[in-house]
């Protein structure tokens, strides 16, 4: 049996290491379907308490799964979401996790460009638990040439600028 979306989830949030305990503010506009706000909210992007404002939107774009929505609270919503992710696998919800991926490459960017550690072997990692298409994304953006062999300050730069343009369309 294939890996449901629930368990991959807790996969990438352990995966989010240096994302623990920030508030992520995600623009209503980047969310436009249910299984885009059960992704968000499984991997941390989206608190609880946005859920419900979330789901009313979800009701007036007219989602197939918002009429199962019900009663708008944010433990009911909450308890619809996580019942989606047990329930189906992971690769049902890849269109969505796909989307995410860019949103939570940004904000490891913003840690990049103040943090020491190498910011090639996060993405590496955040790949590896990813899966779907963010490793031919996250390929795009490797080093090349001199950079690729010393890996100092200044290459170190260069990639997380690199890796900003091809991930932060909006930063």
Not at 32 to 59: H, K, P, Q
């Amino acid at each position: 049996m294939s890996e449901s979306a629930w368990e991959w989830s807790a996969e990438v949030r352990s995966a989010l290491g240096s994302l623990q305990g920030r508030r992520v503010s995600v623009p209503t506009s980047r969310i436009t379907s249910v299984d885009e706000l059960a992704i968000g909210y499984a991997v941390g992007l989206v608190a609880r308490d946005d859920l419900v404002d979330f789901a009313a939107r979800a009701r007036d774009w007219g989602d197939h799964c918002a009429s199962d929505l019900g009663e708008l609270t944010p433990g009911h919503v909450s308890a619809i979401l996580i019942g989606l992710l047990h329930a189906r696998p992971v690769e049902s919800f890849r269109a969505a996790a796909d989307r995410w991926f860019a949103v939570v490459v940004c904000l490891l960017v913003a840690s990049w460009r103040r943090a020491t550690v190498d910011p090639r072997l996060e993405l590496r990692e955040l790949v590896g638990v990813w899966g779907g298409g963010s490793a031919s994304a996250a390929s795009q953006v490797e080093p090349r040439g001199l950079d690729a062999l010393v890996f100092g300050r200044r290459a170190q730069m260069r990639y997380v600028e690199r890796v900003a343009r091809r991930f932060c369309v909006d930063r």
